[in-house]
Protein backbone atom coordinates (compact mmCIF):
# COMPACT_ATOMS: atom_id res chain seq x y z
CA UNK A 1 0.00 0.00 0.00
CA UNK A 2 1.12 3.45 -0.99
CA UNK A 3 0.70 6.40 1.13
CA UNK A 4 0.25 9.50 0.03
CA UNK A 5 1.57 12.44 1.84
CA UNK A 6 -1.84 13.84 3.54
CA UNK A 7 -2.29 10.18 4.79
CA UNK A 8 0.56 9.75 6.48
CA UNK A 9 0.14 14.15 7.32
CA UNK A 10 -3.13 13.33 9.38
CA UNK A 11 -2.22 10.50 11.25
CA UNK A 12 0.98 12.16 12.39
CA UNK A 13 -1.23 15.44 13.37
CA UNK A 14 -3.55 12.73 15.27
CA UNK A 15 -1.37 10.71 16.81
CA UNK A 16 0.26 14.24 18.55
CA UNK A 17 -3.00 15.88 20.16
CA UNK A 18 -3.71 15.89 23.58
CA UNK A 19 -5.70 13.18 24.86
CA UNK A 20 -5.65 10.56 21.72
CA UNK A 21 -4.93 7.68 23.18
CA UNK A 22 -3.32 4.67 21.02
CA UNK A 23 -7.02 2.95 21.19
CA UNK A 24 -8.94 6.20 20.16
CA UNK A 25 -6.12 6.46 17.62
CA UNK A 26 -6.80 3.05 16.79
CA UNK A 27 -10.53 3.65 16.42
CA UNK A 28 -10.47 6.67 14.02
CA UNK A 29 -7.64 4.78 11.81
CA UNK A 30 -9.14 1.45 11.42
CA UNK A 31 -12.46 2.76 10.54
CA UNK A 32 -11.78 6.01 8.60
CA UNK A 33 -9.38 6.25 5.94
CA UNK A 34 -6.94 9.09 7.09
CA UNK A 35 -8.15 12.62 6.22
CA UNK A 36 -12.04 11.01 6.95
CA UNK A 37 -9.99 10.42 10.48
CA UNK A 38 -9.05 14.14 11.00
CA UNK A 39 -12.69 15.25 9.85
CA UNK A 40 -14.30 12.58 12.63
CA UNK A 41 -11.61 13.81 15.14
CA UNK A 42 -12.60 17.42 14.38
CA UNK A 43 -16.19 16.79 14.99
CA UNK A 44 -16.96 17.46 11.44
CA UNK A 45 -17.69 13.46 9.73
CA UNK A 46 -20.24 11.81 12.58
CA UNK A 47 -19.11 8.59 13.99
CA UNK A 48 -21.63 7.49 16.82
CA UNK A 49 -19.43 4.36 17.72
CA UNK A 50 -16.07 6.64 18.42
CA UNK A 51 -18.63 9.56 19.50
CA UNK A 52 -20.45 6.79 22.26
CA UNK A 53 -16.77 5.80 22.80
CA UNK A 54 -15.47 8.99 24.34
CA UNK A 55 -18.54 9.94 26.34
CA UNK A 56 -18.27 6.50 27.77
CA UNK A 57 -14.44 6.66 28.62
CA UNK A 58 -15.02 10.11 30.61
CA UNK A 59 -18.24 8.97 32.85
CA UNK A 60 -16.48 8.89 35.57
CA UNK A 61 -14.17 12.21 35.52
CA UNK A 62 -15.31 15.22 37.70
CA UNK A 63 -14.65 17.70 35.23
CA UNK A 64 -15.49 16.14 31.70
CA UNK A 65 -13.00 17.35 28.61
CA UNK A 66 -14.82 18.06 24.96
CA UNK A 67 -11.79 16.29 23.09
CA UNK A 68 -13.36 17.26 19.56
CA UNK A 69 -13.22 20.93 20.55
CA UNK A 70 -10.01 20.48 21.80
CA UNK A 71 -8.98 18.55 18.75
CA UNK A 72 -10.45 21.30 16.30
CA UNK A 73 -8.69 24.12 18.36
CA UNK A 74 -5.58 22.84 17.78
CA UNK A 75 -5.99 21.26 14.82
CA UNK A 76 -6.82 25.15 13.52
CA UNK A 77 -4.09 26.31 15.53
CA UNK A 78 -0.82 24.50 13.41
CA UNK A 79 -1.38 22.61 9.98
CA UNK A 80 -2.03 18.84 9.73
CA UNK A 81 1.20 19.27 6.82
CA UNK A 82 3.06 21.12 9.25
CA UNK A 83 3.20 18.28 11.69
CA UNK A 84 4.91 16.06 9.23
CA UNK A 85 7.02 18.68 8.11
CA UNK A 86 8.60 18.46 11.68
CA UNK A 87 9.12 14.87 11.59
CA UNK A 88 11.21 15.52 8.36
CA UNK A 89 13.03 18.54 10.01
CA UNK A 90 14.05 16.32 12.93
CA UNK A 91 14.98 13.53 10.05
CA UNK A 92 12.80 11.04 11.96
CA UNK A 93 10.79 8.23 10.00
CA UNK A 94 7.11 7.76 10.03
CA UNK A 95 5.64 4.10 8.73
CA UNK A 96 1.97 3.59 9.16
CA UNK A 97 0.34 -0.24 10.43
CA UNK A 98 -0.63 -2.16 7.29
CA UNK A 99 2.56 -0.33 5.29
CA UNK A 100 4.72 -2.93 3.61
CA UNK A 101 7.53 -1.69 5.75
CA UNK A 102 5.75 -2.00 8.98
CA UNK A 103 7.42 -4.26 11.14
CA UNK A 104 5.31 -7.70 11.05
CA UNK A 105 6.60 -9.00 14.55
CA UNK A 106 4.74 -6.50 15.57
CA UNK A 107 2.06 -6.02 12.85
CA UNK A 108 -0.33 -9.09 14.74
CA UNK A 109 -0.58 -7.59 18.07
CA UNK A 110 -3.71 -6.73 18.89
CA UNK A 111 -2.68 -3.10 20.50
CA UNK A 112 -0.08 -2.85 17.73
CA UNK A 113 0.50 1.12 17.42
CA UNK A 114 -1.18 2.87 14.43
CA UNK A 115 1.87 4.89 13.59
CA UNK A 116 5.62 4.32 14.45
CA UNK A 117 8.28 6.91 14.43
CA UNK A 118 11.86 5.69 14.01
CA UNK A 119 15.55 6.64 13.87
CA UNK A 120 17.95 4.05 12.09
CA UNK A 121 16.57 0.99 10.54
CA UNK A 122 13.86 -1.31 11.14
CA UNK A 123 15.20 -3.86 9.62
CA UNK A 124 16.66 -4.67 12.85
CA UNK A 125 13.63 -5.96 14.15
CA UNK A 126 14.48 -9.55 11.68
CA UNK A 127 16.61 -10.71 14.06
CA UNK A 128 16.31 -12.53 17.47
CA UNK A 129 14.91 -10.18 20.41
CA UNK A 130 14.79 -10.22 24.06
CA UNK A 131 13.47 -7.36 25.99
CA UNK A 132 15.47 -6.41 29.40
CA UNK A 133 13.73 -4.13 31.70
CA UNK A 134 14.01 -3.14 35.54
CA UNK A 135 13.82 -0.82 37.97
CA UNK A 136 15.14 2.74 37.99
CA UNK A 137 17.08 2.21 41.13
CA UNK A 138 19.17 -0.61 40.39
CA UNK A 139 21.44 -2.14 43.21
CA UNK A 140 25.34 -2.41 42.12
CA UNK A 141 24.59 -6.05 41.44
CA UNK A 142 21.58 -5.20 38.78
CA UNK A 143 23.55 -2.88 37.08
CA UNK A 144 26.27 -5.54 36.70
CA UNK A 145 23.75 -8.29 35.45
CA UNK A 146 21.96 -6.02 32.94
CA UNK A 147 25.50 -4.92 31.51
CA UNK A 148 26.36 -8.62 31.25
CA UNK A 149 23.05 -10.06 30.29
CA UNK A 150 23.05 -6.97 27.38
CA UNK A 151 26.62 -7.97 25.94
CA UNK A 152 25.86 -11.88 26.45
CA UNK A 153 22.92 -12.00 24.30
CA UNK A 154 24.39 -8.99 21.59
CA UNK A 155 27.38 -11.19 20.96
CA UNK A 156 25.42 -14.12 20.22
CA UNK A 157 23.07 -12.73 18.04
CA UNK A 158 19.96 -11.74 19.61
CA UNK A 159 18.83 -7.86 19.61
CA UNK A 160 18.17 -6.08 23.08
CA UNK A 161 15.20 -4.55 23.66
CA UNK A 162 14.57 -2.10 25.74
CA UNK A 163 13.41 1.55 27.22
CA UNK A 164 16.16 3.36 27.56
CA UNK A 165 15.26 4.45 31.45
CA UNK A 166 17.66 5.11 34.20
CA UNK A 167 18.95 1.96 35.70
CA UNK A 168 18.42 -1.81 34.10
CA UNK A 169 17.15 -0.48 30.87
CA UNK A 170 20.27 1.85 30.41
CA UNK A 171 22.92 -0.73 31.91
CA UNK A 172 21.51 -3.52 29.49
CA UNK A 173 21.94 -1.45 26.08
CA UNK A 174 25.25 -0.27 27.63
CA UNK A 175 26.06 -3.62 27.63
CA UNK A 176 24.57 -4.21 23.91
CA UNK A 177 26.76 -1.83 22.62
CA UNK A 178 30.02 -3.05 24.03
CA UNK A 179 29.66 -6.17 22.03
CA UNK A 180 32.97 -6.47 19.65
CA UNK A 181 33.01 -7.44 16.41
CA UNK A 182 29.19 -8.36 14.85
CA UNK A 183 27.16 -7.63 17.75
CA UNK A 184 23.44 -7.57 17.00
CA UNK A 185 22.17 -4.08 17.15
CA UNK A 186 20.06 -2.73 19.89
CA UNK A 187 16.22 -1.75 19.97
CA UNK A 188 15.16 1.12 22.24
CA UNK A 189 11.21 1.60 22.20
CA UNK A 190 10.52 5.04 24.26
CA UNK A 191 7.21 7.10 25.43
CA UNK A 192 8.31 10.46 23.97
CA UNK A 193 9.28 11.83 20.72
CA UNK A 194 12.43 11.10 19.43
CA UNK A 195 14.24 14.35 19.68
CA UNK A 196 13.09 14.63 22.90
CA UNK A 197 15.76 12.67 25.19
CA UNK A 198 14.63 11.64 28.36
CA UNK A 199 16.44 10.78 30.69
CA UNK A 200 18.60 14.36 29.60
CA UNK A 201 21.35 11.45 31.36
CA UNK A 202 20.84 9.43 28.28
CA UNK A 203 21.28 11.31 25.00
CA UNK A 204 24.52 9.38 24.18
CA UNK A 205 22.79 7.06 24.68
CA UNK A 206 19.94 7.59 22.73
CA UNK A 207 22.02 8.42 19.53
CA UNK A 208 24.32 5.55 19.81
CA UNK A 209 21.43 3.31 19.90
CA UNK A 210 19.83 5.48 16.54
CA UNK A 211 22.91 5.00 14.97
CA UNK A 212 23.74 1.33 15.61
CA UNK A 213 19.88 -0.03 15.68
CA UNK A 214 16.70 1.59 15.87
CA UNK A 215 14.84 3.55 17.97
CA UNK A 216 11.35 3.77 18.00
CA UNK A 217 7.80 5.78 19.59
CA UNK A 218 4.33 6.36 18.73
CA UNK A 219 4.68 9.85 19.93
CA UNK A 220 5.71 12.08 17.25
CA UNK A 221 8.69 14.99 17.55
CA UNK A 222 8.19 17.49 19.92
CA UNK A 223 6.40 15.33 22.83
CA UNK A 224 7.50 15.63 26.18
CA UNK A 225 7.14 12.10 28.36
CA UNK A 226 3.70 11.84 30.29
CA UNK A 227 3.53 9.71 33.10
CA UNK A 228 0.23 7.43 31.02
CA UNK A 229 2.77 6.81 27.98
CA UNK A 230 5.24 5.25 29.85
CA UNK A 231 2.65 1.92 30.62
CA UNK A 232 1.71 2.33 26.52
CA UNK A 233 5.47 2.06 26.28
CA UNK A 234 5.53 -1.07 27.68
CA UNK A 235 3.13 -2.63 25.92
CA UNK A 236 5.15 -1.84 22.58
CA UNK A 237 8.47 -3.41 24.29
CA UNK A 238 6.17 -6.53 25.38
CA UNK A 239 5.14 -7.43 21.64
CA UNK A 240 8.49 -6.75 20.10
CA UNK A 241 9.76 -9.11 22.20
CA UNK A 242 10.32 -12.63 21.77
CA UNK A 243 10.91 -13.01 25.64
CA UNK A 244 11.02 -10.34 28.23
CA UNK A 245 13.53 -10.74 30.82
CA UNK A 246 13.44 -8.90 34.75
CA UNK A 247 16.42 -7.98 35.96
CA UNK A 248 15.40 -6.26 39.27
CA UNK A 249 12.43 -4.61 40.35
CA UNK A 250 10.39 -2.69 42.92
CA UNK A 251 6.80 -4.30 44.01
CA UNK A 252 5.26 -1.77 41.61
CA UNK A 253 6.40 0.13 38.72
CA UNK A 254 6.87 -0.64 34.85
CA UNK A 255 8.85 -3.19 34.48
CA UNK A 256 6.11 -5.18 35.98
CA UNK A 257 3.56 -4.02 33.67
CA UNK A 258 5.84 -5.47 30.88
CA UNK A 259 5.81 -8.24 32.35
CA UNK A 260 2.53 -8.94 32.58
CA UNK A 261 1.72 -7.07 29.06
CA UNK A 262 4.38 -10.04 27.93
CA UNK A 263 2.36 -12.66 29.79
CA UNK A 264 -0.54 -11.45 28.40
CA UNK A 265 0.30 -12.16 25.05
CA UNK A 266 1.62 -15.63 26.02
CA UNK A 267 5.59 -14.65 25.47
CA UNK A 268 7.88 -16.37 27.89
CA UNK A 269 8.96 -14.15 30.85
CA UNK A 270 12.42 -14.60 33.32
CA UNK A 271 13.10 -13.34 36.18
CA UNK A 272 16.54 -12.88 38.02
CA UNK A 273 15.52 -13.84 41.67
CA UNK A 274 16.97 -11.59 44.60
CA UNK A 275 17.53 -11.59 48.07
CA UNK A 276 14.21 -10.89 50.27
CA UNK A 277 15.98 -8.53 51.96
CA UNK A 278 16.20 -6.27 49.00
CA UNK A 279 13.50 -4.30 47.99
CA UNK A 280 15.44 -3.60 44.26
CA UNK A 281 14.19 -7.97 44.55
CA UNK A 282 10.67 -7.98 45.68
CA UNK A 283 8.79 -7.74 42.04
CA UNK A 284 11.15 -10.22 40.25
CA UNK A 285 10.38 -12.24 43.35
CA UNK A 286 6.75 -12.26 43.39
CA UNK A 287 6.92 -12.57 39.76
CA UNK A 288 8.50 -15.99 40.58
CA UNK A 289 6.33 -16.71 43.14
CA UNK A 290 3.03 -16.08 41.65
CA UNK A 291 4.53 -18.31 38.52
CA UNK A 292 4.09 -15.27 35.58
CA UNK A 293 8.30 -15.75 35.14
CA UNK A 294 10.37 -18.99 35.24
CA UNK A 295 13.89 -18.04 36.90
CA UNK A 296 17.22 -17.05 35.04
CA UNK A 297 20.49 -17.23 36.76
CA UNK A 298 22.62 -16.32 33.65
CA UNK A 299 22.86 -15.50 29.71
CA UNK A 300 22.64 -19.08 29.12
CA UNK A 301 19.85 -19.46 30.95
CA UNK A 302 18.22 -17.09 28.53
CA UNK A 303 19.65 -17.98 25.77
CA UNK A 304 18.27 -21.88 26.36
CA UNK A 305 14.87 -20.40 26.77
CA UNK A 306 14.71 -18.20 23.68
CA UNK A 307 16.09 -21.67 21.85
CA UNK A 308 12.98 -23.52 22.80
CA UNK A 309 10.66 -21.17 21.60
CA UNK A 310 10.89 -19.87 17.83
CA UNK A 311 7.30 -18.82 17.21
CA UNK A 312 8.67 -15.33 16.44
CA UNK A 313 11.57 -15.54 15.14
CA UNK A 314 10.93 -15.62 11.57
CA UNK A 315 9.76 -12.88 9.33
CA UNK A 316 6.71 -14.21 8.65
CA UNK A 317 3.56 -13.11 10.25
CA UNK A 318 2.84 -14.99 13.79
CA UNK A 319 -0.45 -15.19 15.82
CA UNK A 320 0.26 -14.66 19.35
CA UNK A 321 -3.30 -15.12 20.23
CA UNK A 322 -5.36 -18.69 21.58
CA UNK A 323 -7.47 -20.19 19.07
CA UNK A 324 -11.19 -19.52 19.53
CA UNK A 325 -13.31 -22.70 21.31
CA UNK A 326 -16.46 -23.69 19.43
CA UNK A 327 -18.79 -21.29 21.65
CA UNK A 328 -16.78 -18.47 20.95
CA UNK A 329 -16.03 -18.84 17.28
CA UNK A 330 -20.05 -19.18 16.74
CA UNK A 331 -20.06 -15.35 18.26
CA UNK A 332 -17.29 -14.45 16.09
CA UNK A 333 -18.95 -15.52 13.15
CA UNK A 334 -22.87 -14.04 13.83
CA UNK A 335 -20.49 -10.27 14.65
CA UNK A 336 -18.89 -10.67 11.07
CA UNK A 337 -17.55 -7.22 9.89
CA UNK A 338 -20.49 -5.21 11.97
CA UNK A 339 -19.96 -3.03 15.33
CA UNK A 340 -22.14 -4.61 17.74
CA UNK A 341 -23.92 -4.10 20.89
CA UNK A 342 -23.94 -6.75 23.53
CA UNK A 343 -27.94 -7.15 23.53
CA UNK A 344 -27.92 -7.22 19.53
CA UNK A 345 -25.73 -10.09 20.19
CA UNK A 346 -27.50 -11.94 22.89
CA UNK A 347 -30.33 -11.69 20.07
CA UNK A 348 -28.52 -12.77 17.27
CA UNK A 349 -26.99 -15.80 18.94
CA UNK A 350 -30.53 -16.97 21.16
CA UNK A 351 -28.38 -16.73 24.01
CA UNK A 352 -28.47 -15.56 27.76
CA UNK A 353 -27.25 -11.76 27.80
CA UNK A 354 -24.90 -13.24 30.56
CA UNK A 355 -23.49 -16.25 28.68
CA UNK A 356 -23.12 -13.82 25.75
CA UNK A 357 -21.29 -11.24 27.98
CA UNK A 358 -18.59 -14.00 29.24
CA UNK A 359 -18.01 -15.28 26.17
CA UNK A 360 -17.28 -11.44 24.93
CA UNK A 361 -14.99 -10.98 27.91
CA UNK A 362 -12.71 -13.78 27.01
CA UNK A 363 -12.80 -13.33 23.28
CA UNK A 364 -11.65 -9.66 24.33
CA UNK A 365 -8.99 -10.43 26.42
CA UNK A 366 -7.47 -13.24 23.95
CA UNK A 367 -7.61 -10.28 21.20
CA UNK A 368 -10.54 -11.80 19.03
CA UNK A 369 -12.89 -8.95 19.85
CA UNK A 370 -12.57 -4.91 20.18
CA UNK A 371 -14.79 -2.90 22.60
CA UNK A 372 -15.41 0.29 21.79
CA UNK A 373 -17.74 2.02 24.84
CA UNK A 374 -21.54 -0.15 24.42
CA UNK A 375 -20.29 -1.62 20.77
CA UNK A 376 -18.36 -4.75 20.05
CA UNK A 377 -15.99 -5.84 16.92
CA UNK A 378 -14.62 -8.81 15.27
CA UNK A 379 -10.73 -8.73 14.41
CA UNK A 380 -10.28 -11.72 11.60
CA UNK A 381 -7.17 -13.87 11.65
CA UNK A 382 -4.00 -11.75 11.22
CA UNK A 383 -2.88 -11.80 7.12
CA UNK A 384 -6.91 -12.83 6.61
CA UNK A 385 -9.86 -11.78 5.17
CA UNK A 386 -12.26 -11.44 7.58
CA UNK A 387 -13.66 -15.34 8.04
CA UNK A 388 -14.22 -18.13 10.01
CA UNK A 389 -11.09 -18.41 12.60
CA UNK A 390 -9.29 -21.85 13.17
CA UNK A 391 -11.65 -23.29 16.88
CA UNK A 392 -10.31 -25.37 19.03
CA UNK A 393 -10.45 -29.17 18.62
CA UNK A 394 -13.11 -31.27 20.47
Known amino acids: MNRSV????SVVALSGLDGMTPLRLRMLVRRHDP???????????????????????????PRPT?????????????????????????EVGVVLYGDPAYPECLADDPEAPSILYYRGELDVLDGRRVGIVGTRNATATGRRLA????????ERGVRVVSGLARGIDGYAHRGALAAS????????????GLDVVY??????LWTKVGECGVLLSERPPGTAPRASAFPERNRILAALSELVVVVES?????????????????????????????????????????????????????????????????RRRFDPRVPL?????????????????????????????????????????????????????????PGAAPGPPPAVAS
Not at 199 to 204: L, M
Not at 343 to 356: G, H, I, N, T
Open 6 to 9: LDVS
Open 35 to 61: PTAVAVARGECPDPVFADHLRRSQLHR
Open 66 to 90: DWMRCWRDALDRVSVASRYERCLAA
Open 147 to 154: TGLGLGLA
Open 181 to 192: GEGAPPVGVVAC
Open 199 to 204: PREHRD
Open 250 to 314: RSSGGSLLTAREAAKRDITVMAFPGSLASRASEGTNELLRDGVAVPALDTTDVLVALGLDTRRAH
Open 325 to 381: AADERALFDLMGGDAVTLEELALRSCQELVDVALRLGRMEASGWVVRSGGWFEALPP
